[in-house]
T-cell receptor, first 112, second 114 residues
Framework: DAKTTQPTSMDCAEGRAANLPCNHS???????VYWYRQIHSQGPQYIIH???NNETNEMASLIITEDRKSSTLILPHATLRDTAVYYC?????????????FGQGTELSVKP | EPEVTQTPSHQVTQMGQEVILRCVPI?????FYWYRQILGQKVEFLVS????????KSEIFDDQFSVERPDGSNFTLKIRSTKLEDSAMYFC????????????FGQGTRLTVV
């Protein structure tokens, strides 16, 4: 089973920041935190990942607490197209690849 | 932007028939994966493939399933004798490296077994 806990659903106003929380209290020292999203039934889309430092890319920011037991994905200016299911995944990949264990995710609705 | 391509987008097959789902991963990627998503359920890992062999497989990936990289560009998933419960979206993914990295997913093949 997935090793993360996320709220089932969240709403966000268009143009505002969307802050999606994730708890991963059993994360081990070398496991990464990944965020993916899935719009309708399309293929999952990578957003960002990190180990312990905060990360930012053109899509989002990832804030990981110092004890690494939780994290927050921030979409700085949500648009209607950001409406999707967001998955927080904890995983460790080796030299032969790895796997993503998806949970139920958070269904984010961005409203006008 | 490079993308993972899957064909067909939708396949309908009769129970007991063999199906082959096809994927063209991103050209310089070396690691390949199949996932599936039954309607209304979670995305589930099936198998990972590297260096022409299976790296890891889930309990779902039983003897009815096989994967192959028949040439330098295609990656296929074969289901030997389809069951009704194989009806799902099947997603192919690829990564450039084996370490902690971004996975690129295709848009999926919707398999309907009747």
């Amino acid at each position: 089973d997935a090793k993360t806990t996320q709220p089932t659903s969240m709403d966000c106003a268009e143009g505002r920041a969307a802050n999606l929380p994730c708890n991963h209290s059993t994360i081990s020292g070398n496991e990464y935190v990944y965020w993916y999203r899935q719009i309708h039934s399309q293929g999952p889309q990578y957003i960002i990942h990190g180990l312990k430092n905060n990360e930012t890319n053109e899509m989002a920011s990832l804030i990981i607490t110092e004890d690494r037991k939780s994290s927050t994905l921030i979409l700085p200016h949500a648009t209607l197209r950001d409406t999707a299911v967001y998955y927080c995944i904890v995983s460790l990949w080796g030299n032969q690849g790895g796997k993503l264990i998806f949970g139920q995710g958070t269904e984010l609705s961005v409203k006008p | 932007e490079p993308e993972v391509t899957q064909t067909p987008s939708h396949q309908v097959t009769q129970m007991g028939q063999e199906v082959i789902l096809r994927c063209v991963p991103i050209s310089n990627h070396l690691y390949f994966y199949w996932y599936r998503q039954i309607l209304g359920q979670k995305v589930e890992f099936l198998v990972s493939f590297y260096n022409n062999e299976i790296s890891e497989k889930s309990e779902i990936f039983d003897d009815q399933f096989s994967v192959e990289r028949p040439d330098g560009s295609n990656f296929t998933l074969k289901i030997r004798s389809t069951k009704l419960e194989d009806s799902a979206m099947y997603f192919c993914a690829s990564t450039k490296t084996g370490g902690n990295t971004e996975a690129f997913f295709g848009q999926g093949t919707r398999l309907t077994v009747v």
